[in-house]
């Protein structure tokens, strides 16, 4: 056994080299209510106006500006949905409601505070229209919105490359879009590989341990939008691994493994993808994870990726969130796919690595009063690092990029971070 | 037509009630495949140890420290999921996988590219064990993970009140948990009101326009882990309105109504709520979104929450993340509800209302070269905030909390803004 053929590469270079192998696939068109978080294909552009016709904003009465305050005989009402059938002349008004169309003949309305009603006459008397007194100047306009004010005729609503959370959902919904040229969702086959695995169900024996990392991508890769496809678990023949990798292959875009790829006798799984596809790479320079392949295979037409994440539960969860996280964003049609890197303040020391750049699990949030009252991100570390301990993933939500050197960073150095979860 | 009944609360405090009026509902015990995202109803402690034998760590030859370099004969291989049925006695050694227990008698492990094969005899002499070439002297217990290691039995795996993340899945699927004890997923009916609202599917009629608010709120609540019960359009009938209140109740723990909660005759929200049970704020001071009702419903032995939500796009949006989406959280189990509270420096000069506080949207990214290189938070306005125009949310992930009062923040001023959305 010598040492491993494949050279170390950077973190950020394996990267680009995962983000270059990938190719959009074709949009698919799909009510918009299940649109949700899918990234648009095509940019979206007003078709017809919002609103459609001149709008009250508020609850009051439509009136002549000009006529200025008074009192005045109320000739009807408009209420949103309906349209009126009379016409404000100078001198009268027409009870209107938020989101009613402005009636023919007004150009403006006084909203009901500025108003107060006329006693009716008497019974007995003759009826005559009621009255309202309006005690507001207003100018032509006033309190209404113009057709197009809120969106205009061929007005951009969303660009190609937005991502469609409630607000752009809602966009859509207002300009009448109700299906919608959307990035497919990523599929994503996930396998376990190794004898000692038994599913978190199933008892122990000897030698065995629980499947960890199928559990823990499958949340991740949900949580990133993907549709998970459950290979289960291969033990470590290489019939048994193979099948599995070839149904991989034809049902999903991308498919993660994880153990079987370090130095070994049952490093299965890079001469089974040096035997179908093509493998970029085997190594990265980096703590945790060291072991990593990633391999292009072309199926049915299309270029599927495949990552071999070592088996350390945290090595496969931190190694898919480097690479594999902004693979699936990219194909999922995210303009910029990267996670989001912050800067963050430390809250206690921290031993650097002198080997390999380290990527540290800490939980980030807000500290106010830090940094002169302007406030800043403060990382606490999750404690002990090593990469079969998955406590050491508990509440992380950053991923620490401790440079590759020799000593301690202090409390209060600033390092950047990946945010891998939201900050609470 | 009079001044509203209803006092006007600071959001604070209205946030304060909301939360006051939540009781959390029995948990439920799931798969543990369905449980992302869900918040732990009890505290998990390992029954077992992890790793439940010694394990080696590496690739390599399992020894007896004390044997030091050499060559030595080896006995036998044991690879992950075996049990070795032999005894490496002191002077010979085993071949052993990463994660393969450690056999007895031995008390270390040399990693494979530590040693070097020996060549086996020539082809026609007598068959004799082959042997490896241990170069580097280790002590015992090197590169083995001892019992325990990463989960000692007895201990806390996950507290109660845990957010389940994919790490959080992952280590219950390490201590063997399949099936796992957490609060319900919040059942959140949808419900807009207006006789002037059109599905986004269909054609518009004269003083028509389409629902924006149901397909908003549903995405919103989606994004929560809240599961949409959509009640439709309700139009501004009594009968239709009450109708479909009533499944809201019967269906979901919370129910959501836009629009008809501001002054006008057919504001028909609060009467009914009030008629059927308690309304505990009917307006907000801030901007946009001052009409918004909240009120508790006794059903089924449950108290519901309904929000009604202004109708304005925007100030539905806005007011169910300041109030609806913190109840959400709360009521599926989570300790600190509220939104993140963050502080941004502002991209731009921004006006400010003398009359209320305005929640003003706004994009906010991470930029590393403000304050003397250690970055911050910068926000961009999303452009003109009128509350009919859903664009000024559109790629909006904060609200900033804008003070009441005369003047303009210039930019690069500091402001609090709470999170809606991810920081990309």
């Known amino acids: ?252 875009d991308i498919l993660l493994t994880s153990g079987g790829v370090s130095m070994g006798n049952l490093d299965l799984i890079k001469p089974l993808l040096d035997s179908i596809g093509v493998v970029h790479f085997g190594r990265l320079r980096m703590k945790p994870g060291k072991p990593c392949t990633f391999a292009t295979v072309a199926r049915k037409g299309r270029r599927r990726l495949v990552f071999g994440l070592p088996g350390n539960p945290v090595s496969s969860l931190v190694t898919f969130y480097l690479l594999g996280a902004p693979a699936l964003r990219k194909l999922a049609g995210w303009e910029n796919p990267r996670l989001t890197r912050v800067q963050v303040c430390l809250g206690e020391p921290l031993r650097l690595d002198p080997y390999r750049p380290e990527y540290h699990r800490a939980t980030v949030r807000w500290e106010a009063s830090l940094h002169e009252g302007r406030g800043a991100l403060l990382a606490d570390s999750t404690g002990n690092q090593a990469s079969s301990r998955l406590l050491s993933m508990r509440s992380a939500n950053a991923l620490l990029e401790l440079p590759q050197r020799e000593g301690v960073l202090p409390a209060g150095a600033i390092v950047t971070a990946l945010l891998i979860g939201e900050i609470l």
Do not use: C
Not at 43 to 69: E, M
Not at 82 to 93: C, H, L, M, S, W
């Open 1 to 252: 056994m010598t040492e491993s053929i494949y050279p170390m590469l950077d973190v950020e270079a394996a990267l680009d080299i995962v983000l270059a192998q990938i190719v959009l696939p074709d949009p698919e068109r799909i009510p918009l209510a299940a649109a949700r978080n899918r990234i648009l294909a095509e940019t979206v552009y007003a078709t017809s106006p919002l609103p459609p016709f001149p709008a009250s904003v508020k609850d009051g009465y439509a009136v002549v500006a000009a006529d200025g305050p008074g009192e005045f005989p109320i000739i009807g009402e408009v209420t949103a949905g309906r349209v009126a059938d009379f016409v404000v002349k100078p001198g009268t008004v027409a009870y209107i409601t938020t989101g009613a169309p402005l009636p023919a003949g007004a150009d403006a309305v006084v909203m009901v505070e500025e108003t107060a009603m006329v006693a009716s006459p008497a019974h007995g008397q003759q009826a005559s229209a009621p009255t309202v007194h309006i005690r507001a100047r207003v100018t032509a306009g006033a309190d209404v919105r113009p057709i197009g004010y809120d969106v205009a005729v061929g007005q951009e609503v969303l660009p190609a490359g937005a991502r469609l959370g409630p607000a752009e959902v809602g966009l859509l919904a207002t300009v009448g879009v109700a299906q919608v040229a959307v990035y497919p969702a990523p599929r994503v086959a996930i396998l376990s590989s190794g004898d000692e695995l038994v599913e978190a169900g199933a008892p122990l024996g000897p030698g065995q341990i629980h499947d960890s990392n199928r559990p823990t991508l499958a949340a991740a890769v949900a949580a990133l939008g993907g549709v998970v496809v459950d290979l289960g678990i291969a033990g470590d023949a290489q019939a048994s691994l193979a099948a599995a990798v070839a149904r991989g292959l034809e049902e999903a």
